[in-house]
Nanobody, 122 residues
Framework: QLQPVESGGGLVQPGGSLRLACAAS????????IGWFRQAPGKEREGVSC????????NSADSVKGRFTMSRDNAKRTFYLEMNNLKPEDTAVYFC???????????????WGQGTQVTVSS
């Protein structure tokens, strides 16, 4: 149905990399922005990065800029978050969410996945 599904999380050492996927079957990807959020233990959910419809240039939080990149595969109806040089503070449950446009707040996002756990630890 109209719910994205995240995958690709896991345990990684500091400095390592992971690629998260957000499968958005049932959506026409050109109609939606895809946002990645994360929620660390005991903290509020925060925006990580967002890719606007038909855009190749994501907007990212300063905390991940230069380390995380987003891409899309319209044919597979899947978004990706490439996470490089991971730090312990990146540990969180990562969610993908779809909206008609990017926003820093969670409110404009209509469709949310269940999340995938990313743990960065030595």
């Amino acid at each position: 149905q109209l719910q994205p599904v995240e995958s690709g999380g896991g345990l990684v050492q500091p400095g390592g990399s992971l690629r998260l996927a957000c499968a958005a079957s049932g959506f026409t990807l050109d109609d939606y922005a895809i946002g990645w959020f994360r929620q660390a233990p005991g903290k509020e959910r925060e925006g990580v990065s967002c890719l606007r419809p038909r855009s190749n240039f994501p907007n990212s939080a300063d905390s991940v800029k230069g380390r995380f990149t987003m891409s899309r595969d319209n044919a597979k109806r899947t978004f990706y978050l490439e996470m490089n040089n991971l730090k312990p503070e990146d540990t969180a449950v990562y969610f993908c969410a779809l909206s008609f446009n990017c926003a820093r707040a969670m409110g404009p996002y209509d469709f949310w996945g269940q999340g995938t756990q990313v743990t960065v630890s030595s």
